[in-house]
């Protein structure tokens, strides 16, 4: 217990690469269009004190919420505040993350230095090198680097287990029972692909019209996703006999939407009699379109899902499958969405930071292929 | 038991007026537009057999289905045949209605000569005057003439049972707590005022803009809306701040919907977190248009309502249902919408009974203003 107390930020201890120096973040102080508004931010981190925990940021990915939450559109925001000096109030981007233990204070228990953890809420400002947190803030990595990477860590708490929940939450699906859902090269629908396929559900699997259609549907058949199809083949009339015919004999009764728009009303009208449709983003910003006769004769239900809401209702739930979703990674049995790196090395300056993660939210905006977008610390 | 069995159709029978020559429906051998496809029909009833009760109808509406059904839009649809006699198979038009027994035929129990009875299932074919029919095919109205009219009766069935389930079924209301519904003027509309009133829940009533808003208003007001406002009010956003003071301090948890379009979008922007949207009808030919948003950050929830799924499926509860309905119309505790009468005389030629049907479809399809048209006979 001395040795962890004994830990002060800033100061090397032996094996682990300590940060010293002061600490980086992209903030903003006020909403806007991310590339207007984001700025680098320098400021001196503390050491831990009592019951804190200075934390070393691995990883952090670029999520739409993130973007949401910077533009003002987003219903949860961080505060704007001083705690971390400047002129001006200010609030870290950034809500999911992955991070290493540095320093530990007096009275914390269960945390290590050299430990890993996630982030256990949101807004907690993740875009950025360091930070003091306390053991409530975290949920503990319980395996090494080498079978859970910090980029794998760095996005397990918001995609997969927003698929984890839709598969279960709505409707019991049983084995060989089919769902459809939108945008199936996302985070999410990669999840939900994977997890789907363990759980033994088929799955149909709707992405944009693409010129590497035939490259991406392999990648997601190769994850497990029964058939691969694009927008504009679930809007052709006769392709719906196609579908039809998949489905004979079984059951369509979810269907997971991240888009909204034409797409949406398609899957809607594929799903059997009594189905439920989920959406959990709008990528396409366009409206959900449902025919009436939708609810009224095929008995069709729609709901939402807010990873958020779920997880803050339900922390031992949230915490006990992330303990699953880990267990899943550690083993290789599912990937994340492939991840373009935007890396911040020490002795970076200010402005060569910046313009790395401008990058990073440019290619997110630009539409980046179901890559994520994630900044890494080397 | 024995001068029940006795009773025959078509013979007189002491203080029954009973029937004697031919019956005539209205019927469609094809589908689409019902000025142009249907038509006038006569037949011979034969006696009623084992099982059997001879009806003579009393009343029979004009409601959104049946239009739908001759159309061949709607997917419940009585089957063509030549059970009625004629030249070709046909359908005999119309779901809900109210009739008198003329004849009970051998082992027949429950039902007695002069007795009134509603439709227990939709596709019989209402739109006449006589037909064969079984026990199973009726609920007997436990009330005389003088406490529920014929006319009540006959509209009894679909819109109050309507109304009734949608506010019971999806959201446990409590006094106090507020319900939204567009259409407000309707059958069904009028039916959930009341029936919400009774309860103790408060209602904001959408109506279309119309120069008697007034009168309307006072109207609905008086069978209990707490709140009647126009679509162009709901649409308004300086409005939707008077209605966030009239629930504030309850909660708006259930919209009901027989519309599409923007007024729909409106009331689901209204509802309360978690709040749940019920469509029952879409009488305004527009899908549902909801933003992503309200899914996935108010946790709203849509379904639609079939009344025909609900009570095929709980023949019981329909009953139960129905047997308080018909308590409180016997009492004067609830009034149906007011009706158009399209009145069938002894002795009118068939020309005179189809002209008289048309005018009743005529006014339904030119909007009747919140009027039941229907059928009676005299």
Known sequence: MLARTAARFGRPLGGIRSYSGDAKAVVYSQHGRPLEVLKLHTYRLPAAGAGQVAVKFLSAPINPADINQVEGVYPLRPAFTQALGGDEPVAVGGNEGCVEIVGVGPG???LAVGDRAIMRHTLFGTWRTHALATAADLIRIPYGPAEVSAVQAGTVSVNPTTAYQM???????????????TGANSG???????????????????VRDRPDFDALAAELTALGATHVVTESQLADKGFRNVIKQWVAGSKLRLGLNCTGGASTTNIARQLSEGGHLVTYGGMARQPITIPPSLF?????????????????????????VLG?????????????????????????????????FRGAVSAYIEGSKGRKQMLVHE
């Open 296 to 320: 009224i004769f095929k008995d069709i239900h729609l709901h939402g899902y807010w990873l958020s809401r779920w997880a803050d209702a339900n922390p031992a739930a949230k915490e006990a």
């Open 188 to 206: 999410v629908g990669r999840a939900a692909i994977q997890l789907g396929a363990r759980w033994g559900f088929r799955s149909i699997n709707v």
């Open 108 to 110: 914390v228990d269960g």
């Open 167 to 181: 598969l279960r939450e709505f409707v019991a699906l049983a084995p060989g029972d089919f769902f459809i859902q």
């Open 324 to 356: 699953e979703l880990f267990g899943l990674v550690a083993r290789g049995e599912l990937r994340d969405v492939p991840v373009d790196r935007a890396v911040w090395r020490d002795g970076m300056s200010d402005a060569e930071r910046l313009d790395v």
